[in-house]
C-alpha cells in the first residue's frame, strides 16, 4: 500500500490544519495512525483509529484537540488538529499496520508509511 500525506503548512498558535493520508494500492490495514517527529526528537505517537469499527485512540498531548477520522469509501484518514500550539510543530507521518490494542502506539507496529507533512505553528 502507498500512503500520501497532505495538509500541512504554517498556522498560528490557536489556528487549525486538516492533515489527510490516502491510501493506494490496497485498503489500510488493521489500524491507521498518526506520528509526528519534531526536530532533534524521536518520532512520536499522535493518534491511531481502528479502521474496522473506528475506535479511536489519541496521546495525552493531543487529547482534546485533534480528531482522527476515516473515510472507506475515499481510503482516507484525515487529522483534525484544533487549537494549535508551537510545540505541535513536526512532520506529520501517516502509518498503516496490524497493530493491536497494545501495540498502536509503538511506530514498530506499522509497516507502512506516508512522505510526512511538515506542521509549522508559530507563537
Known amino acids: 500500500v502507498q500512503l500520501q500525506a497532505s495538509g500541512g503548512g504554517l498556522v498560528q498558535a490557536g489556528g487549525s490544519l486538516r492533515l489527510s493520508c490516502a491510501a493506494s494500492g490496497r485498503t489500510f490495514s488493521r489500524y491507521a495512525s498518526w506520528f509526528r517527529q519534531a526536530p532533534g526528537k524521536e518520532r512520536e505517537f499522535v493518534a491511531a483509529?481502528?479502521?474496522?469499527?473506528?475506535?479511536?485512540y489519541y496521546a495525552e498531548r493531543v487529547k482534546g484537540r485533534f480528531t482522527i477520522y476515516r473515510d472507506n469509501a475515499e481510503n482516507t484518514v484525515y487529522l483534525q488538529m484544533n487549537s494549535l500550539k508551537p510545540e505541535d510543530t513536526a512532520v506529520y507521518y501517516c502509518?498503516?499496520?496490524?497493530?493491536?490494542?497494545?501495540?498502536?502506539?509503538?511506530?514498530?507496529?506499522?509497516?507502512?508509511w506516508g512522505q510526512g507533512t511538515l506542521v509549522t505553528v508559530s507563537s
Open positions: 483509529i481502528r479502521w474496522n469499527g473506528g475506535t479511536t
Open positions: 502509518a498503516t499496520g496490524n497493530a493491536t490494542t497494545s501495540s498502536y502506539y509503538y511506530k514498530e507496529s506499522y509497516y507502512y
